[in-house]
Structure formats: structure tokens, C-alpha cells
């Protein structure tokens, strides 16, 4: 896997049956390392590390409906109270962020009504803070640090 946009973190990986894995700590076990996957990891120590999100506050590939179909985001971060903080749409580092990302986590949002946005394909990275009165969104540089 290639370097991404991120501080440096240690992962722990292993090769098994040809696959490498890779140990996601807030699921608790070794997932395939796919392209994706890198990227979802390194946004997960991100939070954890860097912004100093706790992890249980964290949740990674849940399942949602939307508009009567079943959908996975990819990352979650809670506020204490249950509501949502933050909602994180990770792509491949060779995908492209367009209109349609953005689409897609505003589809998740509707259902979610997250504070932040981040769409993130590990090179690129786009923060949104939402305006549910105005019902609109600004860009922000980055995301808040943890601080509750």
C-alpha cells in the first residue's frame, strides 16, 4: 500500500492464505487490506491519535437504510449524548472525489444528521461542518479536535 496523506501510524498486519489483513481496533479483529480499507484505517487513527476522539465513541461499517435500500457508511463518531458528531465517507486512493461522493454522503446524511462531514480517498481530504437550520454546509480546513 502506498503513503497517504496522513501522520505516520503502526498498524498491525498479517499475511494469511495469499491475503494481507489488517487489525482494526475498534472491530476488534483483522479485516482484508484492501485499498479502501488503508485508507479507513489510517482516517480511524486519525481520530483516535491525532484528534483524540475515544474510541468508544467510534463505529465503523454499519449498516442504514436509505430510501428503502440497505447501505454501509464507513465511519461514525458519536457525541456522548447519542447523537452523531461526525460521519466519514472513505474511498480508494485511485478514486476520484467528485459531485457524486459528496452525493452519496448527503444521501447518508439525510438519514444520519451528522454535525461534520469527511470525504476522504487518503490523498484528498474534504471537511463540511452542517447547517440543519439553514439546511447547508460550510467547508471547514479540518475537523474540531475532540474537546467534550
Known amino acids: 500500500m502506498h503513503p ?3 501522520p505516520s501510524y503502526k498498524f498491525r498486519i498479517k499475511n494469511s492464505q495469499n491475503r494481507q489483513y489488517i487489525f482494526d481496533g475498534i472491530r476488534k479483529k483483522f479485516v482484508v487490506l484492501q485499498p479502501e480499507e488503508w485508507v479507513r484505517q489510517h482516517v480511524l487513527h486519525f481520530l483516535i491519535f491525532t484528534k483524540n476522539y475515544p474510541k468508544s465513541l467510534v463505529n465503523v461499517e454499519k449498516q442504514l437504510t436509505v ?9 461514525v463518531v458519536f457525541n456522548s449524548d447519542g447523537s452523531i458528531f461526525l460521519l466519514v465517507e472513505c474511498k480508494a486512493p485511485e478514486a476520484q472525489i467528485d459531485q457524486t461522493t459528496f452525493d452519496q454522503i448527503a444521501r447518508y446524511n439525510y438519514e444520519l444528521d451528522a454535525q461534520y462531514l469527511m470525504v476522504t480517498n487518503g490523498l484528498n481530504h474534504y471537511y463540511c461542518e452542517m447547517d440543519q437550520q439553514l439546511e447547508n454546509y460550510r467547508f471547514l480546513k479540518e475537523i474540531p479536535d475532540f474537546s467534550r
Not at 67 to 75: A, G, Q, S, T, V
Open 4 to 6: 497517504l496523506n496522513f
Open 67 to 75: 430510501n428503502k435500500l440497505k447501505k454501509r457508511y464507513d465511519i
